[in-house]
C-alpha cells in the first residue's frame, strides 16, 4: 500500500507528526493520475502539481496543520462552485466559468486543511446515470473500463476507485452518490436533506439536490461528512443542526455494538438482476446474523421513480431557465437579433440532448392544464410516501435494499434505452423524495463487478447508518478497495 492509496484517516495524524510526507503523498498520487488518468477520464480539470504543492507548503509554513482534514486529496464533482476553478457542470453552457468564489462545503474543506485537486467528470447537470451525457468525454470504470462508473458523480467514484484520489464529493438528486458508489466498490453517502449547505452548488432540482462525501472506507466517508456539515445562513433550507464529530460519533456506537431492527426491502431485492441479488443476499445474511431483521416492502416503487422525475425535471425547467445566452451560460452574437433567436441558439449550442428533453418535460408538466394532472399529483405522491414510510420507521431503525438494481452497464447501453436508464434509479430515489439519509456500501463482486447494498434511515439518524455500514465493512472485508486499471 503507498500513500497515494492509503486510508484518509490514518494519512492524517502521519502528516500532523511530518508534514512534509504530504509532498511524497501528493507525487505518488499524481504518478497515478499521469498512468491512469488517459483511460479512466475522471477529471475535468486537474489543478498542476507545483501549485497544489505549494498551497500545502505555504499552509505548513504558517503553522497550519491543525485541520481535521489536513494535506488530504480530494476530487470535487463539478457542479460544486471554486474559487478560481472552472466549474462546468460537463456542459458546454459553462464550459469557461469560473466562480468567483467558493461553495459553502469547498470553504470548509479548506479550512478543514483539505488540498483540491480537480474538479470531476459528471453527467450534464447531474441529469444522467452514466456519466456518458457529460458534454466533453464518457467516463470509464476503472474495475472494467469497458463499463460505466455510475452518474451523475461517476467522475469522483471513478477518481476514487482508481486511487486517484483519497476522498471526494459528489451531489446526489435520485442516486447520484449512491449509484456511482455502487458501480465502483466505494461507500457513498446521501446526507439528511438540508445537513449539507447547497450555497454554491449549481441546482439541478433544488428540493431533492443534496452534497454529499464519497470515500473508499466508512471512517473516511464519517470523517468528511463532519467537515462538511452544519448549517449555513447563505442556505434557506440549511437546517439548524450543531456540526458534528461524526467519526467520534461512529466509534463511540461501535463500542456499544448496538443490536438494530433493519427491514429488507424484499420486493426490491427480488426484483433485482441475478447476480446483484446473489452478492446482497450474502451481505443480508452478515447484516443479519447479529442484527434484528424483518421483511417488508417499499410502496408504489415504480409510482416513485414517476414522481421522482415529474418533480426532478419541472424543477429543473424553472432552475435552468436562467441560462439564455444574454444572462447567463455561453455566449451568442445579440445585435440585430430577436430574444427568441438568442434563446434558441444559446440553448441549442450549450445544452446536450439529455438535458434539453428534461427541460422540455419540465417545462410540459407545469403547463397550463397538466400541473395539476402531474406536477401537483407528484407532490402528493411524495406527501404519501413519506408517511409510508416513517410508518415502517416507527418500528424499524433502518431499511436495507439494493443500491443499483443492475450491475454495471456497458458504455452507451443505457443512454439508447432511456427508460430502462430511469427505472434503474427505483431503489435510489425514494431517499430524495422523502429527504432522508442512505448510504451505499459495497456488497461484492459478480463476475468482476462491482455491487452496492443501500440502507435508508430517518432523518439526522446518519451516525446510525455509519454503524451498519462499518458493521458490513468488518464483516465483508471491502475496505479501501482500489482498482488495478488495466
Given at each position: 500500500m503507498t500513500l497515494a492509496t492509503e486510508l484518509g484517516y490514518r494519512l492524517v495524524e502521519e502528516f500532523k507528526a511530518d508534514p512534509y510526507r504530504i509532498t511524497k503523498y501528493l507525487e505518488e498520487l499524481y504518478e497515478r493520475v499521469e498512468r491512469i488518468e488517459p483511460r479512466v477520464r475522471a477529471f475535468i480539470t486537474l489543478r498542476p502539481l507545483d501549485e497544489v504543492v505549494k498551497e500545502v507548503e505555504e499552509r505548513i509554513k504558517r503553522g497550519d496543520t491543525e485541520g481535521p482534514l489536513f494535506g488530504l486529496a480530494v476530487a470535487v464533482k463539478d457542479n460544486i462552485c471554486t474559487r478560481g476553478i472552472r466549474t462546468t457542470c460537463a456542459s458546454r453552457m459553462l464550459e469557461n466559468f469560473v466562480p468567483p468564489y467558493d461553495a459553502t462545503v469547498i470553504e470548509r474543506l479548506r479550512r478543514a486543511g483539505a488540498v483540491i485537486?480537480?474538479?470531476?467528470?459528471?453527467?450534464?447537470?447531474?441529469?444522467?446515470?452514466?456519466?456518458?451525457?457529460?458534454?466533453?468525454?464518457?467516463?470509464?470504470?476503472?474495475w472494467n473500463l469497458d463499463r460505466v462508473p455510475g452518474g451523475s458523480?461517476?467522475?469522483?467514484?471513478?477518481?476514487l476507485a482508481a486511487g486517484m484520489a483519497t476522498l471526494a464529493l459528489g451531489s446526489d438528486t435520485g442516486g447520484s452518490i449512491r449509484n456511482p458508489a455502487a458501480?465502483?466498490?466505494?461507500?457513498?453517502?446521501?446526507?439528511?436533506?438540508?445537513?449539507?449547505?447547497?450555497?454554491?452548488?449549481?441546482?439541478?432540482?433544488?428540493?431533492?439536490?443534496?452534497?454529499?462525501?464519497?470515500?473508499?472506507?466508512?471512517?473516511?466517508?464519517?470523517?468528511?461528512?463532519?467537515?462538511?456539515?452544519?448549517?449555513?445562513p447563505r442556505d434557506s433550507t440549511s437546517l439548524d443542526a450543531p456540526p458534528r464529530d461524526y467519526l467520534r460519533l461512529l466509534r463511540e456506537e461501535w463500542s456499544r455494538e448496538p443490536r438494530l431492527r433493519i427491514g429488507i426491502a424484499r420486493n426490491l431485492v427480488e426484483g433485482s438482476e441475478e447476480g446483484v441479488r446473489r452478492c446482497v443476499?450474502?451481505?443480508?445474511?452478515?447484516?443479519?446474523?447479529?442484527?434484528?431483521?424483518?421483511?417488508?416492502?417499499?410502496?408504489?416503487?415504480?409510482?416513485?421513480v414517476a414522481a421522482y422525475y415529474i418533480v426532478a425535471m419541472a424543477e429543473a425547467s424553472s432552475n435552468l431557465a436562467r441560462y439564455d445566452g444574454v444572462r447567463y451560460g455561453i455566449e451568442v452574437g445579440v445585435e440585430g437579433r430577436s430574444w427568441v433567436e438568442?434563446?434558441?441558439?444559446?440553448?441549442?449550442?450549450?445544452?446536450?440532448?439529455?438535458?434539453?428533453?428534461?427541460?422540455?418535460?419540465?417545462?410540459?408538466?407545469?403547463?397550463?392544464?397538466?400541473?395539476?394532472?402531474?406536477?401537483?399529483?407528484?407532490?402528493?405522491?411524495?406527501?404519501?410516501?413519506?408517511?409510508?414510510?416513517?410508518?415502517?420507521?416507527?418500528?424499524?431503525?433502518?431499511?436495507?435494499?439494493?443500491?443499483?438494481?443492475?450491475?454495471?452497464?456497458?458504455?452507451?447501453?443505457?443512454?439508447?434505452?432511456?427508460?430502462?436508464?430511469?427505472?434503474?434509479?427505483?431503489?435510489?430515489?425514494?431517499?430524495?423524495?422523502?429527504g432522508i439519509p442512505a448510504i451505499s456500501v459495497p456488497a461484492g463482486f459478480s463476475d468482476g463487478l462491482p455491487v452496492g447494498l443501500q440502507l435508508m434511515a430517518p432523518a439526522l439518524e446518519e451516525v446510525r447508518l455509519l454503524y451498519l455500514a462499518k458493521f458490513l465493512q468488518e464483516s465483508l472485508g471491502f475496505r479501501n478497495l482500489v482498482a488495478e486499471v488495466v
Open positions: 485537486i480537480g474538479k470531476t467528470n459528471m453527467d450534464e447537470f447531474a441529469m444522467g446515470s452514466t456519466t456518458e451525457t457529460s458534454a466533453f468525454y464518457p467516463t470509464r470504470n476503472p458523480s461517476g467522475g469522483s467514484a471513478a477518481a458501480f465502483t466498490a466505494t461507500y457513498g453517502l446521501k446526507p439528511t436533506y438540508g445537513l449539507v449547505s447547497r450555497f454554491g452548488l449549481v441546482a439541478y432540482a433544488s428540493s431533492l439536490d443534496q452534497i454529499g462525501p464519497m470515500a473508499r472506507c466508512v471512517e473516511d466517508l464519517a470523517m468528511l461528512l463532519s467537515a462538511i456539515s452544519g448549517h449555513d443476499e450474502r451481505a443480508l445474511d452478515a447484516l443479519c446474523s447479529y442484527h434484528d431483521c424483518e421483511d417488508v416492502e417499499i410502496p408504489y416503487p415504480r409510482h416513485a438568442v434563446f434558441k441558439e444559446a440553448r441549442t449550442r450549450g445544452f446536450g440532448y439529455e438535458v434539453r428533453k428534461r427541460i422540455a418535460l419540465g417545462a410540459y408538466v407545469l403547463s397550463a392544464g397538466y400541473r395539476d394532472a402531474y406536477y401537483v399529483k407528484a407532490l402528493r405522491f411524495r406527501r404519501l410516501l413519506k408517511e409510508r414510510l416513517y410508518g415502517l420507521f416507527r418500528r424499524l431503525d433502518a431499511i436495507a435494499t439494493p443500491t443499483m438494481p443492475i450491475l454495471p452497464p456497458r458504455l452507451g447501453e443505457l443512454v439508447s434505452d432511456p427508460i430502462r436508464m430511469y427505472l434503474s434509479d427505483v431503489c435510489t430515489v425514494i431517499a430524495n423524495l422523502v
